[in-house]
């Protein structure tokens, strides 16, 4: 799990020493899956936070299946991510000029 969250910090343009820490403590500083992480926790782990006002169109969506799903029985959920081509574009460059 801790490597998977490091990948997805990776690919959204995040240091790889830093994507480390931040997986670390995703997989280790919390009492249980179900502990919320809001605004302030994600902060102080390294994340970057945006005003959900600035997502509206993307925050429905999630509402939409939360509404469909949080309460199905499931062993698991899969919820995707996707990373933009320009995201990509400028973690290749930053990659890149690293070298």
């Given at each position: ?64 299946w ?25 973690n ?8």
């Amino acid at each position: 799990m801790e490597r998977y969250a490091q990948e997805i910090l990776e690919l959204s343009g995040k240091d790889k020493e830093i994507s480390k820490e931040i997986a670390e403590k995703l997989v280790n500083d919390f009492i249980a899956h179900e502990q919320v992480i809001n605004a302030n926790s994600a902060k102080e782990l390294g994340l970057n936070i945006k005003d959900h006002l600035e997502y509206k169109e993307e925050w429905e969506t999630l509402r939409n299946w939360l509404a469909k799903n949080l309460l199905k029985s499931a062993n698991k959920h899969i919820i995707r991510y996707y990373v933009s081509d320009e995201c990509k574009k400028e973690n290749f460059e930053v990659k890149k000029d690293d070298k």
